[in-house]
């Protein structure tokens, strides 16, 4: 049975994440007995993967939304239908998650200004620029104003599914 388009976000998700995991394992091992360059820029890009992943899913379902439900503005239109049909958390987060998304791609601006606003009430952490996250002397730090961990990444995955299943058959 083919795999509908929501469900391959998840399972790019999953094969991405377990490879990386493969390799990460790879790397802290030989980070053991070697300081190399070669292996903190691995972590980096470890690390940026994972960025680059939820702001792929979120550009795909965006497109998917634009492309299945003629939606001029998907995002929007998104919100407002899952509001009307009575799910707003789902529809919070899945706004937290969006502006996550736009800070990611675009850096400070009013999606992060939003976000640092309400900084305690999200399920991720967001940072001022030049602030650090907790792992201070983390070399495989990115710069990003999201932590962008496999956390993040899932709730990013599961986000879409639940939107997914809110709109039905249209994208199925």
């Known amino acids: 049975m083919a795999l509908t388009d929501i469900q391959l976000f998840t399972a790019c998700m999953?094969?991405?994440l377990r490879h990386t995991h493969e390799l990460e394992r790879q790397t802290f091992k030989?980070?053991?007995?070697s300081g190399a360059t070669q292996l903190v820029n691995a972590l980096r890009v470890f690390r940026l993967q994972r960025a680059v992943l939820a702001?792929?899913?979120f550009s795909m379902f965006e497109a998917l939304l634009q492309s299945k439900l003629t939606w001029s503005q998907p995002f929007i239109q998104l919100d407002d239908y899952l509001r009307a049909h009575g799910?707003?958390?789902?529809?919070?987060?899945?706004?937290?998650?969006r502006l996550a998304v736009n800070v990611l791609k675009h850096g400070e601006g009013r999606s992060h200004q939003e976000l640092l606003a309400r900084t305690s009430q999200l399920e991720f952490k967001v940072r001022a620029d030049g602030d650090h996250f907790d792992g201070e002397g983390d070399v495989s730090d990115v710069g990003f104003l999201v932590d962008v961990d496999d956390?993040?990444?899932?709730?990013?995955?599961e986000l879409i599914e639940q939107a997914a299943d809110a709109i039905g058959s249209p994208l199925e």
């Open 87 to 97: 799910k707003h958390d789902l529809a919070s987060a899945f706004v937290d998650y």
């Open 55 to 57: 702001v792929g899913m």
């Open 30 to 33: 030989e980070l053991e007995t």
């Open 151 to 157: 956390k993040f990444v899932h709730r990013c995955a």
């Open 14 to 16: 999953d094969f991405t």
